[in-house]
Nanobody, 131 residues
């Protein structure tokens, strides 16, 4: 399982970024891809998930209406469009592959980072939002 996250950077409040997660080494269509983030001194938290087969999506309350997750199945890539960014969005963002998409489909525990089994994590991309 390999995941490569990219697209982070420095942006001002109200700006936008699009993160990408390019994947390989597993049956993409049968998985869910989850985005997490971790700010300095804080625990890793779930941001969004998408079940690839059914396209079901979920979002953390803190990012609803501002972030949009999508997938390009032909490219085995998941995107996280982040708009109207605020300083609290500053974090390292990670994408992860979950072999059982049920938690995302039923919005039940997808945001629990401990449910993601190593090595199903990407390396992270830093997003910094300046005020």
């Amino acid at each position: 399982v390999q995941l490569q996250a990219s697209g982070g950077g420095l942006v001002r409040v109200g700006g936008s970024l699009r993160l990408s997660c390019v994947t390989s080494g597993f049956d993409f269509d049968s998985y869910a891809i989850n985005w997490f983030r971790q700010a300095p001194g804080k625990q890793r938290e779930g941001v969004s998930c998408i079940s690839i087969a059914g396209g079901r999506t979920n979002y953390a309350d803190s990012v609803k209406s501002r972030f949009t997750i999508s997938s390009d199945n032909a490219k085995r890539t998941v995107y996280l469009q982040m708009d109207d960014l605020i300083p609290d969005d500053t974090a390292v963002y990670y994408c992860s592959a979950v072999s059982n998409p049920v938690s995302c489909v039923f919005d039940d525990g997808w945001d629990d980072a401990s449910s993601v089994k190593s090595p199903n994590w990407g390396q992270g991309t830093l997003v910094t939002v300046s005020s």
